[in-house]
């Protein structure tokens, strides 16, 4: 069974950064594509960024330019780093692999 564990999550004024981290259990890690999505209060749920196995990445508009996805393989984690963050991206951050999901981590970013 794969479980998802994100980290990294806080509060942050507006132009600030942070690093999010998402651990993941099981063997087919290094095979699948790792994605992170956020949903803010009272909207749906949205994609934000996929890495491949191959190393591919792909962003929302919405972040492209301003977040980097990155994965170490040897740890078996994956990353979000957020750079120029904005208050509209505020928002509980959840790491996704197939159908298994993390419990979320929240980022609240000050005007």
Do not use: H
């Amino acid at each position: 069974q794969v479980q998802l564990v994100e980290s990294g999550g806080g509060l942050v004024q507006a132009g600030g950064s942070l690093r999010l981290s998402c651990a993941v259990s099981g063997r087919i890690f290094s095979i699948n594509a790792m994605g992170w999505y956020r949903q803010a209060p009272g909207k749906k749920r949205e994609y934000v960024a996929r890495i491949f196995s191959s190393g591919f990445t792909n962003y929302a508009d919405s972040v492209k330019g301003r977040f980097t996805i990155s994965r170490d393989n040897a740890k078996n984690t994956v990353y979000l780093q957020m750079n120029s963050l904005k208050p509209e991206d505020t928002a509980v951050y959840y790491c996704n692999l197939a159908t298994s999901w993390g419990q979320g981590t929240q980022v609240t970013v000050s005007s």
